[in-house]
């Protein structure tokens, strides 16, 4: 598949913000507060989280334009062969077992450096894979039957936020792996958390798995309808967010102050993504694809070389976030003996860590760090198109 530019400058641009995120989690002394409570947070520390919303849903987007485009090739030829889609779909479906084992074990580790595995987290990149695995599937489907199933989850699925989930353990185990997050203990006091299920963010990748075949359409008419495909859905949550009357649990309300008002009215719900969520993350999203289409400079050089590795990234910025977070605590003077690697602790003492401004600091030099990996990584993967297994990484 040819890679498209403005797919990867978008990408890697939210890899690079991802990361803030990620150092915050690990190395801000105030991680263990929620940066979206607004009885203790401030606007700059709420900031810091919600933009880092755009990562989840751009990743899980991009992932249902990437397969549309990697089924399709360019489009230019029609449709492909029968042979050569099966062969495609068996790629997706293979893809996806592979992401959610890498979820399960590197990724995991990566998080908790817990040897003893007591927490299994279901996250973005095990409902990324979960969601090529049905779009291999749906993809047998007409392109009207597949955008009627991505309007119907992307719209509907707040239908059913507050339903509570089925008191047998199969039936919700299945429920919340579809629907809604939940907690499962494990045998020898193993837990698994889904925190991102399935349905809500399917919904996502198939809105972008519909919106992959605009790339059949010139650089500048892709342009304009990025740009309108932006402005609509941010317009329709601005709407639907002043009614305060359907696509998010929470409503927003008047606060002590104006800048607090604003901190409310965008306190969105992610566990599952809400549909204003999901409203205001792609909105953003298109208008990033929209700036990207033709553009060559020296910014969306730097993003291209971050947004054509995504899983490498991905996996190595966790580990060494951690080890720098370990190093760090360290420093400041803290024993290994005070270092919990238990469920949600991840070895951080609860008094370590750094103020947000130094966060900030240590998430530029993780970032700058991998550039030249990334590139070299990248340089790797187009010379050598040949190790298929590469397609994987």
Known sequence: ???????????????????????????????????TDLTTTTPVLFFTRWITHCCAPTFVFLSGMSACLSLNGDFASGAPPP??????????LTRGLVLIAIEFTLVNFGLSFDLRFRLFLFEVIATIGSGLILVSLLSRLSPTIILAIACLLFF?????????????????????????????????????????????????????????????????????????????????????????????PVPWAHQKSAAFTLLSFMNLDKYPPSLLFSLATLGILMLILSAAEGR????????????????????????????????????????????DFGPFKFGRPAAAGLPLGAVYLVWAAVVLAFYPLCRWYGSYKARHREKTWLRYL
């Open 156 to 248: 509907g699925h707040d239908l059913i936020v507050g339903i509570p989930m089925p008191t047998n353990p199969v039936l919700g185990f299945a429920g919340s792996l579809l629907f809604g997050p939940g907690a499962f203990p494990l045998a020898s006091g193993r837990l698994l958390v889904i925190a991102y299920p399935v349905l809500p963010w399917l919904g996502i990748m198939l809105a972008g798995f519909c919106a992959g075949r605009l790339f059949t359409l010139p650089i500048e008419k892709r342009r304009v309808l990025f740009l309108r495909l932006g402005l609509a859905p941010l317009a329709l949550f601005v709407l639907l967010r002043l009614g305060n009357w359907y696509g998010d």
């Open 83 to 92: 042979s050569v889609l099966r062969t495609r779909r068996r790629f997706l």
């Open 1 to 35: 598949m040819k890679r498209i530019p403005s797919i990867d400058i978008a990408r890697g641009l939210v890899m690079v913000i991802m990361a803030l995120d990620h150092t915050r989690d690990y190395l801000h002394i105030h991680a263990a507060q929620s940066p």
């Open 296 to 339: 060559d400079n020296a910014f969306t050089r730097f993003l291209l070389v971050y947004g054509r590795v995504p899983l490498f990234y991905f996996v190595l910025h966790i580990y060494l976030i951690h080890l720098l977070m370990l190093l760090i605590v360290t420093i400041q003077g803290y024993p290994w003996s005070s270092m």
